[in-house]
């Protein structure tokens, strides 16, 4: 059984022999890193979705602006 990549880590990285050991060998520890590996998994896809999402509220908001300045300029030039 494989050791997950997320506890390669910087934070893990002078316990990564006992990881191995533990991880294989002692069901507890197994499950509480497979809880951290799914969250740390979690996070990573919610900061994308938060970075998208970022994007288009700012994409959006322009465009919001743009229009604005569209409408006024047509309600000057047309009364």
Do not use: G, H
């Not at 006992?18 to 497979?34: A, E, P, R, T």
Request: glycine share 0%; proline share 1%.
């Amino acid at each position: 059984m494989a050791i997950p990549n997320e506890l390669y880590n910087v934070k893990f990285a002078e316990w990564s022999e006992s990881i191995q050991i533990l991880y294989l060998v002692d069901d507890k520890f197994k499950k509480i890193c497979d809880d951290y590996c799914a969250a740390k998994t979690d996070t990573i896809k919610f900061e994308k979705r938060l970075a998208s999402n970022f994007d288009k509220k700012t994409k959006s908001k322009n465009l919001e602006k743009e229009l604005e300045e569209e409408i006024l300029f047509y309600l000057i030039r047309k009364t």
